[in-house]
């Protein structure tokens, strides 16, 4: 089989997203993914299985059909395509999706996920796609203006489990003295 370049820099794409456990040791009866294996398996398979957390659109959610849609399973669907093997999904909540990874039960995830160095230090991570913004977001009827940590203090406020942005608020906010932990909301805001 031939590759394009495009392919070859898809393959080495895959590869470096496919983790390997680096910190960790495994207790002797559990079985650890083989990352000189990995797209072997992959191959030998057919299908590339993937853990996404289908709650943040435009990048992962299901659409009116109730499929999977979005940016990253874009994506992921045009990788499989290159590489002439079927992608299969898993949706997990984000807060586990990389221990899904680690425990072998996914080939990689996709799911806009933040590196951070806790997480390049439990896995691999191809190089950025995308970068983004983060922002306050409110209701219509708030009339306050935002433009520090002190200007939320006292206000509840929504992050996602195990997303870069409740690290932010635990350091920033709860950390600092701004809010109290029980004012914090576990919403799908951002990862």
Do not use: C
């Amino acid at each position: 089989m031939k590759f394009s370049a495009v392919a070859s820099a898809i393959l080495f794409m895959l590869i470096a997203l496919i983790v390997v456990p680096t910190a960790h040791a495994a207790s002797p009866a559990q079985d650890l993914p083989d990352p000189a294996g990995d797209w072997a398996r992959v191959q030998k398979a057919g299908k590339l299985v993937l853990g996404t957390a289908a709650d943040y659109p435009p990048f992962e959610f299901y659409n009116s059909n109730f499929e999977l849609d979005g940016f990253d399973i874009a994506l992921a669907t045009a990788l499989g395509k290159e590489l002439g093997v079927e992608v299969e999904f898993n949706d997990y909540a984000f807060d586990g999706l990389l221990d899904q990874v680690k425990l072998g039960n996914v080939d990689a995830a996709i799911a806009a996920i933040s590196v951070t160095p806790e997480r390049s230090a439990e896995v691999d991570f191809t190089n950025l796609y995308y970068i983004g913004n983060g922002a306050v977001v409110a209701a219509p009827a708030f009339t306050a203006t935002i433009t520090s940590p002190a200007d939320m203090a006292g206000f509840t406020v929504g992050v996602q489990l195990g997303t870069t942005y409740q690290a932010w608020a635990q350091e920033h906010l709860v950390d600092a003295g701004l809010i109290l932990a029980g004012r914090t909301a576990h919403l799908s805001l951002g990862k």
